[in-house]
């Protein structure tokens, strides 16, 4: 198989274009439609997850990715029931006082306010094997323009080593 061959995914219909990205896989039991049911509501699940431990925030002067993932004000963008959600934020996520916009999916590919961005998040299950489920994280920021690039670029750099612990957190939370 091919990259040409390999479909889109939810996540590709709302963030073609992107700036910072990353992506956690973790294999955890039961099947995609189990593992799916048990995240509930989003963001609530986050909520779940992550008060089992209290992730380090990275520097005092940024939001720890915890706080981007309870905090933010998502929309569900897409979804595809058993298989994968995919939210979006859009605002000024990279300071201490963040600033969250209310977005619906159709403004989302479209957002545009100056110094600002948006973060989507794709939560996938795919089967793997009979009892197993392949869970993939997704995050993908844009910002809206070079001001902004370079704040969200030094927060992405950052958050990112601490963003992996955290969304392995979440990742478990939906296998236990």
């Not at 030094?154 to 601490?162: D, E, L």
Request: proline share 7%; aromatic share 12%.
């Amino acid at each position: 198989m091919t990259v040409e061959q390999i479909a889109p995914t939810l996540l590709d219909e709302f963030t073609p274009r992107f700036d910072f990205a990353f992506r956690e896989h973790l294999l955890v039991q039961g099947r995609p439609e189990q593992t799916y049911r048990r995240f509930g509501e989003l963001p609530g699940a986050f909520q779940r997850a992550l008060d089992r431990t209290v992730p380090p925030r990275p520097r005092r002067c940024a939001p720890g990715f915890d706080e981007i993932l309870t905090k933010g004000r998502w929309t569900v963008l897409a979804s595809s029931p058993g298989e994968e959600v995919v939210l979006g934020a859009a605002g000024r996520f990279w300071t201490p006082f963040c600033d969250w916009q209310q977005v619906s999916a159709q403004e989302f590919a479209t957002y545009s306010r100056r110094r600002r961005g948006t973060i989507a998040i794709s939560i996938g299950h795919r089967p793997y094997g009979d009892e197993l489920t392949l869970m993939t994280f997704e995050a993908r920021a844009t910002t809206t323009d070079a001001v902004a690039y370079r704040w969200a670029d030094w927060y992405w750099q950052t958050v990112k080593p601490t963003a992996r612990l955290v969304v392995r957190e979440v990742l478990r939370g939906a296998g236990s």
